[in-house]
């Protein structure tokens, strides 16, 4: 089965500066890569995705790279802000094959610095 | 909100009793599942259900019992669970398609088995 690992499992950065959240995946199949964020008290909400047949996608300050050959893809967060503060998971599927759950990273603790 | 609610939102049980949760959402979709989301661990997939029709069980316990009367609504059956049982079990659904399989979650139920 797949299997998603997730670094770092906490990141503190000052506010204003970037971060970085990096996840690798094992099953090649894989074609469906989005991002949670979850808030305390919350379930996970999406915040963005990327799909197999692409490389990169930005929404406004978010970002996600896709490496397919290395079986890599990152999330980055430009001029990050208080509410950015939240756990991040990463996660991968396949679509296109009928229902399909979800595998997740083990999740990271982004901590903005006022 | 993400149009998926669960009930209760905590709930304190003891090895023998029979509990349920529940979970509804009311998004038109036509996919549910159960997560259990433990301390340190990643989110973990339990069950799916496509169309009203179990089609994956992630080798989860029998004490577990998962029913889906319709593809609005998911129970999760609870039965003699051990206190390693305790965790936040998260619903999410989606709309089973060719080329997206987008999850929301709803807010969980926090479980504490006693």
């Known amino acids: 089965g797949e299997n998603v690992e997730q670094h770092p499992s906490t990141l503190s950065v000052q506010e204003g500066d970037s971060a970085v959240i990096k996840c690798t995946y094992s099953d090649s199949a894989s074609n469906y890569f989005p991002w949670y964020k979850q808030e305390l008290g919350k379930g996970p909400q999406l915040i963005i995705d990327?799909?197999?047949?692409?490389g990169e996608k930005k929404d406004q300050r978010i970002a996600v790279t896709l490496n397919k050959t290395a079986k890599h893809f990152s999330l980055h967060i430009t001029e990050t802000q208080p509410e950015d503060s939240a756990v991040y998971f990463c996660a991968a599927s396949r679509i296109g094959g009928g229902a399909d759950g979800l595998t997740f990273g083990k999740g990271t603790h982004l901590i903005i610095q006022p | 909100e993400t149009g998926v609610t669960q009930t209760p939102r905590h709930l304190v049980m003891g090895m023998t009793n029979k509990k349920s949760l529940k979970c509804e959402q009311h998004?038109?979709?036509?996919?549910m599942y159960w997560y259990k989301q433990s301390a340190k661990k990643p989110l973990e997939l339990m069950f799916v259900y496509s169309l009203e029709e179990r089609v994956e069980n992630n080798s989860v316990p029998s004490r577990f019992s998962p029913e889906c009367p319709n593809s609005s609504h998911l129970f999760l059956h609870l039965h003699t669970l051990q206190p390693e049982d305790s965790a936040l079990y998260l619903c999410?659904?989606?709309?089973?398609?060719?080329?997206?399989?987008?999850?929301?979650f709803g807010p969980g139920t926090r479980l504490t088995v006693l």
């Open positions: 998004l038109g979709h036509n996919a």
């Open positions: 990327i799909r197999s047949n692409v």
């Open positions: 999410a659904s989606s709309q089973e398609t060719a080329s997206y399989n987008e999850q929301f």
